[in-house]
């Protein structure tokens, strides 16, 4: 089992950064990638930016230069930094594990980016 904890959300004008973190624990061993995901009222659940073991990065198109992913392996801790952020990076945010075996999610933080 993996446990994933997420915080750094909140509200943030356009234009704005946050960071976010996810904090794994318990069989952390088993983790190949880590990321984050975002699900907007209404829509389904999209992904935003992963990292692997090896250190392969994703992004998504639309926060391509904007959106950094990082981790601490001593921490093991997967970071999102947002920046240059838009109203329609409004989400909630989940941290994900893909481990072996199984798909690990956070509770989710509530990013809100408005003026």
């Known amino acids: 089992q993996v446990q994933l904890v997420e915080s750094g959300g909140g509200l943030v004008q356009p234009g704005g950064s946050l960071r976010l973190s996810c904090a794994a624990s318990?069989?952390?061993?088993?983790?190949?990638?880590m990321g984050w995901y975002r699900q907007a009222p209404g829509q389904q659940r999209d992904l935003v930016a992963t990292?692997?073991?090896?250190?392969?990065?994703n992004y998504a198109r639309s926060v391509k230069g904007r959106f950094t992913i990082s981790r601490d392996n001593a921490k093991n801790t997967v970071y999102l930094q947002m920046n240059s952020l838009k109203p329609e990076d409004t989400a909630v945010y989940y941290c994900n594990a893909q481990a072996v075996p199984g798909t690990y999610w956070g509770q989710g933080t509530q990013v809100t980016v408005s003026s």
């Open positions: 318990g069989s952390i061993f088993s983790i190949y990638s």
């Open positions: 990292i692997t073991t090896g250190g392969t990065l």
